[in-house]
């Protein structure tokens, strides 16, 4: 059975840094691309950053270019997204997602802006970001 757990949200101030985790289970990190997609009240999903299977290639949205680095650790089958820099505009629910399989080193790997290539969801993690 194929799990997605996020954790690592929370309140922080603005400028500050918080670290999300995205523990899987149920299949193998490395065949599997991952998103970090966040969510606020009346908005649509926006895709934050991905890393690709395989190679571990990595995206990110224009809004976290520079201030968010996503990363994976094989062996503990788990997705990070470190955030610095944090401000109120980053306030939202943070999901992870597995995208859909594809071909080894697709280039339709990580897709930000289309979330219905993923085919399994986290429950969310809240990250607060107060002025």
């Known amino acids: 059975q194929v799990q997605l757990v996020e954790s690592g949200g929370g309140l922080v101030h603005s400028g500050g840094s918080l670290r999300l985790s995205c523990l899987a289970s149920g299949f193998t990190l490395d065949d599997f691309s991952r998103s970090w997609f966040r969510q606020t009240p009346g908005k649509g999903r926006e895709g934050v950053s991905c890393i690709g299977s395989s190679d571990g290639i990595t995206r990110y949205g224009d809004s976290v270019k520079g201030r968010f680095t996503i990363s994976r650790d094989l062996a503990k089958n788990t997705v990070y997204m470190q955030m610095n820099s944090l401000n109120p505009e980053d306030t939202a629910v943070y999901f992870c997602?597995?995208?859909?399989?594809?071909?080894?080193?697709?280039?339709?790997?990580?897709?930000?802006?289309?979330?219905?290539?993923?085919?399994?969801w986290g429950q969310g993690t809240q990250v607060t970001v107060s002025s």
């Open positions: 997602a597995r995208q859909r399989p594809l071909p080894m080193l697709s280039p339709r790997r990580c897709p930000l802006t289309a979330d219905n290539e993923y085919d399994y």
